[in-house]
């Protein structure tokens, strides 16, 4: 795509703003202002070409460095003095402008909002457009760190009795298990339902992340036990033993890759051990996004990919005591004659309605589960890391995984079903996470007892 006339007009405008802005600097407040309203109104196809252009354009030149370079260079060390005086100078001309810019934009009402916004943007056009953004990025996720420590953060639990803003806004927002009504959320905050909100202190009507728990006698395996089975929730008489965090949700897309998913976790053990010192077991009841369609469906189809898992190997987790059983079921139940296990296979998960069948769940059990075994444990991208974006967060942050923990046909809604074939898995955070992390935490989060 060739950026119009037009386009490219309102991005040197908007560069323009920008520039003003570096020069006024927090005195730049009309410009900022305008600067806002104008990026609001270009088109999403153009602000790939305008975050192309803040990089190319708003850097430092070699000229602007070389004089204290050269300074830096030549000095032997002789002179403590002048060595450190020339680092100085150095580190004054070598800062980025563009994070001289952003930081003013914390002066006008919605400054914040904006530039997490602005992110979002920013990380939606590196994914959708074949342009390398990092230098940006880099830059507004520095300012991010800077002003999400926790001095600028706090936690809240949400109640039955919080504003009704807040409430609502959960549930417009709750992406892991979508609620069709308000009322939903109401169950969601009963007497062993928990859920605790991430903010920061300019955003205080707006959570930037929250976690709902679930308390339970035992490790919950199926997302129905949760929040379907209202009769079945934890009775007084025996103090829960378990921590579920069955739904957590990142409410700022800007704030991407920033961990503050850990540290939420971390602040809601440890509310819950003071609170609860029956509770020695945390751990999640996840999703496990992206399974079907983008692993196990393009295996299936014989699709090359960098997976290690292929049609090949399929045949070890269904051998012939599993597959001849299917092939009969099958054809008995469809009047179609399906000659090899891909194509079975894919006409069984792509009918939801297997789900409801018993001699299909008892055949696929055990396949299927150390199936989704592997591809959490051993399915890794360029990087090395779980290929899986949930187990990649969990599994990073500290949390197991093994065998014991995959739950089959733990989610009959279709979206569980279209997602993942059911299939949910349970992250725990073992004692010694929680030790580790307490001592982690304690420069981070100043305001812990």
């Known amino acids: 795509m060739e950026l119009g006339k037009a386009s490219a007009k309102k991005i040197d405008d908007l560069l323009n703003l920008l520039k003003s802005i570096e020069v006024q600097n927090e005195a730049a407040l009309e410009p900022m202002i305008r600067f806002r309203d104008q990026y609001r109104a270009i088109l999403l196809e153009e602000r790939p070409w305008f975050f192309e252009a803040v990089i190319r354009k708003l850097e430092i030149s070699k000229q602007e460095i070389e004089k204290e370079l050269r300074l830096v260079l030549a000095d032997e060390g002789k002179d403590s003095i002048q060595w450190r005086r020339g680092l100085s100078g150095l580190r004054q001309k070598i800062g980025s402008p563009r994070i001289r810019i952003f930081r003013n934009f914390l002066n006008i009402s919605g400054g914040l909002k904006f530039l997490l916004d602005l992110r979002a943007d920013m990380i939606a056009a590196q994914r959708q457009h074949p342009v390398n953004l990092e230098p940006l990025d880099l830059d507004i996720a520095q300012l991010f760190d800077l002003w999400f420590q926790g001095g600028f953060l706090f936690l809240n639990e949400i109640t039955l009795d919080s504003p009704y803003r807040q409430i609502r806004f959960l549930k417009e927002h709750d992406l892991v298990h979508p609620m069709a009504n308000l009322e939903e959320m109401g169950s969601r905050l009963g007497a062993d339902r928990r859920c605790f909100a991430l903010y920061h202190r300019l955003m205080p009507d707006e959570p930037i992340t929250f976690i709902e728990v679930a308390l339970t006698r035992g490790m919950a395996t199926s997302i129905h036990e949760i929040i379907e089975n209202q009769e079945n929730h934890f009775n007084h008489k025996k103090s829960p033993d378990t921590a579920i965090f069955y739904s957590i949700n990142n409410t700022q897309n800007g704030l991407s890759g920033l961990g ?46 960098s997976f290690q ?32 296990l891909g194509s079975l296979l894919l006409e069984i998960f792509s009918d939801l309605r297997w789900i409801e069948d018993p001699e299909y769940l008892r055949i696929l059990k055990k396949p299927l589960t150390d199936l989704v075994y592997f591809y959490l444990s ?39 079903l279209m997602e993942s074939c059911g299939m949910m898995v ?21 305001w812990r007892n």
């Not at 751990?283 to 196990?296: C, D, M, N, Q, V």
């Not at 051998?319 to 179609?336: D, T, V």
């Not at 992250?427 to 989060?445: C, D, E, F, I």
């Open 378 to 416: 051993q399915e890794k991208d360029r990087r090395g890391k779980p290929l899986n974006p949930v187990a990649n967060f969990h599994l990073g942050n500290g949390a197991t995984v093994g065998l014991k923990n995959i739950n089959f046909a733990a989610n009959h809604f279709p979206r569980g």
């Open 260 to 305: 503050l998913g850990k540290v939420l976790i971390f602040q809601v053990v440890e509310i819950l051990e003071k609170n609860y010192p029956g509770i020695k077991t945390f751990a999640t009841l996840s999703p496990i996004p992206g399974f079907w369609e983008r692993y196990f469906k393009p295996v299936l189809q014989g699709e090359k990919d």
């Open 426 to 446: 349970n992250y725990v955070y073992s004692q010694t996470w929680l030790r580790q992390a307490s001592q982690t935490m304690k420069a981070y989060l100043p």
């Open 309 to 340: 898992m292929n049609r090949d190997r399929l045949t070890e987790l269904f051998p012939e005591k599993i597959r001849q059983p299917l092939f009969e079921i099958h054809y008995r139940k469809s009047g179609k004659k399906v000659t090899d």
